[in-house]
Nanobody, 118 residues
Framework: QVQLVESGGGLVQPGKSLRLSCAAS????????MGWYRQAPGKQRELVAR???????NYADSVKGRFTISRDNAKDTVYLQMNSLKPEDTAVYYC????????????WGQGTQVTVSS
């Protein structure tokens, strides 16, 4: 069974940085796509950024230029470097991994809280 283990959340002041990590395990195969989603109180879960195994990435407009997603394929680990954080970035951040083996298999981490506040 695939497991995604996240780390790196916490409380940070506006303008500061945080780095999230997510490691996938339990599969012989590497994920085709890994990404980060977030959900703020009272809002729907939304895509933050995602990256394919060959390095193609895309971002939500709200984080472009501030967040950078990267991936270590050898470790099946995805990172999210978050700079210039704003209070509106406050949310639970969820790691996502998608495997394609004839069908798509979608897995989620448990979530990590990011709070941006002075």
């Amino acid at each position: 069974q695939v497991q995604l283990v996240e780390s790196g959340g916490g409380l940070v002041q506006p303008g500061k940085s945080l780095r999230l990590s997510c490691a996938a395990s339990g599969s012989f195969f590497s994920p085709n796509t890994m990404g980060w989603y977030r959900q703020a109180p009272g809002k729907q879960r939304e895509l933050v950024a995602r990256i394919t195994s060959d390095g193609n990435s895309n971002y939500a407009d709200s984080v472009k230029g501030r967040f950078t997603i990267s991936r270590d394929n050898a470790k099946d680990t995805v990172y999210l470097q978050m700079n210039s954080l704003k209070p509106e970035d406050t949310a639970v951040y969820y790691c996502n991994a998608v495997y394609y083996r004839g069908n798509y298999y979608d897995y989620w981490g448990q979530g990590t809280q990011v709070t941006v506040s002075s």
